[in-house]
């Protein structure tokens, strides 16, 4: 009979726990309206990020970049950035915001070691700044190198290459500044009998920020031309290549771009 | 036995309460840009206006600032403005957002003003 004594406690417990739940978690759960961007969606944290670099194609600020890449505490920006600048260009984004992507990877990619030769390294982002997101650089920043704008590229070297491992073959274009600093963000058109398309460099930053490549069908004639050159490279086929074994294969093509 | 039942009710609620809001409240993980605090916000309208006075291309801008609500677009602008000013913003950043919203309001807007 003591026992039975508890029971209304007990049901008044269960049924009130059920009623703070509901009431908790779907009447009136925890708002969160003071979200920061790193609990975006997936697809929502990604058109942030391409906007981060719209930003940066903007303004050139690459501390004030870097803090908002910052946000989202990602080990490698510059490889994120580059994945989807590729990602964007196969989907037929349009080619502003591929070539920013592809500009601000670049940039992340060639600067490694932040904040040498006089910037003004960018607060830790623990919480993000009440004021102006970042504090301007007291000196102005060195730039990623980019192309000199009306400057043409030229072509410096262009040699077939013989390398079994290169399968499919390529052609592989590398685009340097005068200073010898690779390029992002440059856009080569590649014209064949029936067809032609774009590409651009930056986007496989593991290769290099001025690198670019497109795949080759063997016995298609290309004639490729990088943006701001002065004269287009006809007649590029994937040559016939002799392996250790004696059986062919089809071989690439590298290319480099140097303005005088 | 009336009594019994209402303190089981209070404290179950006090146990729900506290399960639901502190110990493992509702998790937004996948929220929209709608939801971002003001500076973030502002800063999404400043990244926004930086990327527009770069491609001048104001469709895409409204796109963008669409993200952050279904209000007019150069009332966000406005609004980010607005903190902009009170938190003492760089006048570069002032004059990037003010011409934003030049451009909003110069512009005829994209179809949602009907005939």
Redesign the interface.
């Known amino acids: 009979m003591r026992r039975l004594?508890?029971l209304?406690?007990?049901?008044?417990?269960?049924?009130?726990?059920?009623?703070?739940?509901?009431?908790?978690?779907v009447v009136n759960?925890?708002a969160?309206?003071?979200?920061?961007?790193a609990?975006?969606?997936?697809d929502?944290r990604l058109?942030?990020l391409a906007?981060?670099a719209?930003?940066?194609?903007?303004?050139g600020d690459l501390p004030r970049a870097r803090v908002?890449l910052a946000l989202f505490a990602d080990p490698n920006p510059a490889d994120t950035l580059g994945a989807l600048a590729q990602q964007r260009l196969a989907a037929g984004r349009?080619v502003?915001e591929v070539q920013?992507l592809a500009l601000l990877a670049g940039a992340l990619g060639e600067r490694p070691t932040p904040f040498a030769g006089g910037e003004t390294p960018p607060p830790a982002v623990t919480a993000?700044?009440?004021?102006?997101?970042t504090p301007?650089p007291t000196a102005l920043p060195t730039r990623t190198a980019t192309a000199t704008p009306g400057a043409p590229f030229t072509l410096s070297t262009s040699q077939p290459v013989c390398d079994p491992d290169l399968a499919p073959p390529r052609l592989m274009v590398e685009v340097r500044d005068r200073s010898g600093r690779a390029v992002p963000g440059v856009e080569i058109l590649v014209v064949w009998d029936d067809g032609q398309s774009r590409f651009y460099t930056g986007l496989k930053p593991e290769l290099g920020m001025g690198y670019a490549d497109f795949t080759m069908e063997p016995g298609v004639a290309y004639t490729l031309q990088v943006s701001h050159s002065e004269e287009p490279i006809a007649g590029l086929v994937a040559e016939a290549c002799s392996a250790p074994d004696g059986s062919d294969y089809p071989g690439s093509w590298r290319l480099t771009f140097v303005q005088p | 036995?009336a009594l019994?039942?209402?303190?089981?009710?209070?404290?179950?609620?006090?146990?729900?309460?506290?399960?639901?809001?502190v110990l493992r409240?509702?998790k937004?993980?996948?929220?929209?840009?709608d939801?971002?605090?003001?500076?973030?916000r502002a800063?999404?309208v400043?990244?926004?206006a930086?990327?527009?006075?770069?491609?001048e291309?104001l469709e895409?801008a409204r796109i963008?600032l669409a993200?952050l609500g279904p209000r007019p677009p150069v009332e966000i602008v406005v609004e980010a403005i607005e903190y902009a000013v009170a938190?003492?913003?760089?006048q570069r950043?002032l004059e990037?957002l003010n011409r934003l919203a030049v451009a909003l309001r110069s512009a005829p807007s994209a179809g949602v003003d009907g005939p």
């Open positions: 004594a508890w209304p406690v007990v049901v008044g417990v269960i049924v009130g726990i059920v009623a703070g739940l509901y009431y908790a978690w759960p925890v969160y309206t003071q979200t920061a961007p609990s975006l969606r997936a929502f058109d942030y906007l981060i719209a930003a940066y194609a903007g303004d908002r349009p502003s920013a993000f700044p009440t004021r102006t997101p301007r | 036995m019994r039942v209402s303190i089981g009710l209070v404290i179950g609620l006090a146990v729900g309460l506290i399960y639901g809001w409240p509702v937004y993980v996948d929220t929209s840009p939801t971002l605090r003001q500076d973030f800063d999404y400043l990244m926004t930086q990327a527009f006075s770069a491609d291309d895409v963008r993200a938190e003492d913003f760089s950043d990037t």
